[in-house]
């Protein structure tokens, strides 16, 4: 009888598993990617993933979670260097920009998993509906800090950029939501 997993290897395993799907999914998609796959790049037994994750959408729903932390506090942590409100809010744009200039780029994973599983999927479509509410509150935050009154605008700008930088393959968007901002925020 083989010995029991321990937590940390249980925690190590998720860790795995997340990357691996995380990778899979953004690159590819997620209806295109087959629970094989994920074994296969995981290098886990199918059993030890459902184990951990009871059907491939409670995987989709962490790997967006955790994507969720980890790109949110990314930008948090590139924003906040900024002490004065008005450079803070337009850093966001810079940072947009040098994401959307990444090479392995696919455009908002949670705009992505809504377009193939948000009709289908409540699980999912809770998820983008909370990454993207908690995104437009720090982002509604930091705007309103500068002074933009409303700030639904540069939630809008923000979100246009990233989906159009998905489709055209550029950082510009980026760019010209950043120079319609200082416009909005003088």
């Known amino acids: 009888m ?10 190590l395993d998720r860790e795995v598993l997340l990357d691996a799907a995380e990778a899979l999914f953004y690159e590819r998609g997620i ?5 094989d796959e994920v074994r296969s790049a995981s290098g886990l037994a199918l059993k030890r993933i459902y184990r951990t994750f009871a059907a491939k959408e409670d995987l989709v729903v962490a790997v967006l979670r955790r994507r969720d932390e980890r790109w949110r506090a990314d930008m948090t942590a590139h924003v906040e260097q900024i ?13 947009l920009a040098e994401w959307f200039a990444q090479p392995a780029f696919r455009g908002c994973a949670w705009i992505n998993a809504y377009g193939e599983l948000g009709s289908t999927s ?10 993207k509410y908690v995104f ?4 509604s935050g930091w705007a309103s800090a500068a002074g ?8 809008l700008l923000a979100e246009g ?14 760019r010209h939501a ?3 901002v200082e416009v909005l925020v003088p």
């Not at 933009?148 to 939630?155: L, N, V």
């Open 2 to 11: 083989p010995a029991p997993i321990t937590e940390e290897q249980a925690r």
């Open 31 to 35: 209806q295109a990617v087959g629970m």
């Open 83 to 95: 002490g004065e409100p008005r450079e803070r809010l337009l850093k966001v744009f810079d940072w």
């Open 122 to 131: 409540d699980a999912v479509l809770n998820e983008v509906r909370t990454h």
């Open 136 to 139: 437009h509150q720090q982002l």
């Open 148 to 155: 933009a009154t409303p700030t639904e605008p540069i939630c």
């Open 161 to 174: 950029a990233i989906v159009t930088a998905a489709i055209t393959g550029t950082p510009e968007p980026a």
């Open 178 to 180: 950043r120079a319609a």
